[in-house]
């Protein structure tokens, strides 16, 4: 995130969570991404009082029902690495025929900005990245599920893809594109 909204907004100064040592986690209860998106950037803003930019997403399987979507991370358990999970749905795939094999990553952004009020102005976009379940694990970059998420428009797995071209095509690159264009707004020209 923190790559992809700098490139973005050079006039910006942003900072992580590592800048704040003391906060809290905060549990992921909302049933979609966008609830979980907004939780988060709700507790950051309300911690730090500064404009807060979260995110959530992860992988929907339309032959294992749209899962592990909101519970992307915690499939498994969250100790399970993602070499585990993986394994596990190509497993649970391997007798999916490949037109059958669809899935997409989806991710939600949500911005909170803090109002002199106590309110909080929202902002939210979404970013989704088409593909199936590939038959195997492959490649090197990325993180995630990104080893078995196949794009069949550009014959590649998205760990397979260099972090420009990952950033230009992914869920998680076209919602914090929207997100850019709201803090362009939000902290637009003085």
Not at 10 to 17: I, K, M, R
Not at 24 to 29: A, Q
């Amino acid at each position: 995130m923190l790559q992809i909204l700098s490139a973005a907004n050079p006039d910006l100064e942003f900072l992580t969570l590592a800048d704040f040592p003391d906060a809290p986690e905060v549990d992921e209860v909302g049933e979609t991404f966008s609830e979980n998106a907004t939780i988060k950037a709700i507790a950051g803003a309300s911690l730090s009082g500064l404009v807060t930019v979260a995110d959530d997403g992860g992988l929907c399987i339309d032959a294992l029902d749209g899962n592990p979507g909101v519970k992307s991370h915690r499939f498994l358990g969250t100790e399970t690495s993602f070499a585990e999970k993986m394994g596990s749905i190509l497993l649970l795939m391997a007798n999916v025929p490949a037109e059958k094999r669809t899935c997409r990553f989806q991710c939600a952004v949500s911005i909170a900005i803090p109002l002199e009020s106590g309110d909080m102005q929202l902002y939210d976009c979404t970013g989704i990245c088409e593909g199936r379940i590939g038959a195997r694990i492959s490649g090197e970059h990325g993180f995630g599920y990104d080893p078995i998420f196949f794009l069949p428009e550009m014959g590649k797995y998205m760990a397979e893809l260099t972090p420009e071209e990952k950033h230009r095509i992914s869920h998680r690159g076209k919602a914090l594109a929207c997100a850019s264009i709201a803090l362009r707004e939000a902290f637009g020209p003085a």
